[in-house]
């Protein structure tokens, strides 16, 4: 399935580790769910926000969709029945795969609408980094709503900065690089909830940015 992909440690720790669905499947330093000290195993569910200290990772699924939340990082999120329906990244840096339906996502400079998609966040002061790695994402500018894009990629093709100021809507949303994230890690978080991403065994190199 892995093509020769080298997996992250923590990843292949974190698949290795899994005995059921859903909740934190790995952590790495400390981790607090709803404010409360988290170990692996511990329930997350649409509505929990959980966060990481510095040196802390958690890799963790809800549903159809799995995510590795970075260190210095806090994600809270809204229930939307059995799914999240959405979420905000305060701080900090977030991978994440989603399955079918639409979700959003919200960071202080951007709001984000996802479509099946797999999404890289790093979440600054004065901007927001978005790769929507494969799949469709809707950019809007959060203290601009006019200045909006609708990225449909297949593999990291249109990685965005979102900013908080600007002085025309073209200013708010700039071509970025790709940065800070693997294929390896796209592969074993859909890995988690059953799926391959759509890049596998499309011939692509995989690719460690």
Do not use: W
Request: glycine share 12%.
């Amino acid at each position: 399935m892995l093509g020769g992909v080298a997996m992250p440690l923590l990843l292949r720790e974190a698949l290795a580790a899994r005995t059921q669905p859903g909740g934190l499947v790995m952590i790495k330093g400390e981790v607090l769910v709803n404010g409360s000290a988290a170990r692996a195993g511990t329930p997350v569910k649409p509505g929990d926000s959980v966060l990481t200290a510095a040196g802390g990772v958690a890799v963790f699924s809800v549903g159809n969709d799995a995510f590795l939340l970075r260190q210095g990082s806090e994600l809270r999120t809204t229930c939307g029945g059995t799914l999240i329906a959405s979420a905000r990244l305060i701080t900090g840096k977030l991978l994440s795969v989603f399955g079918r339906g639409q979700r959003s996502i919200n960071t202080p400079t951007a709001a984000i609408g996802i479509r099946g998609t797999g999404i890289y966040l790093e979440v600054e002061a004065e901007r927001t980094y978005a790769c929507t790695c494969y799949g469709v994402a809707d950019l809007e500018a959060s203290n601009m709503p006019s200045a909006r894009e609708t990225v449909k990629t297949t593999h990291h093709d249109a990685p965005r900065y979102v900013y908080a100021h600007g002085e025309m809507p073209i200013k708010m949303i700039q071509v970025a690089p790709v940065i800070n994230h693997s294929d390896a890690e796209l592969i074993m978080l859909e890995a988690l909830v059953g799926r391959e991403p759509p890049f596998v065994g499309s011939g692509r190199q995989y690719q460690d940015y």
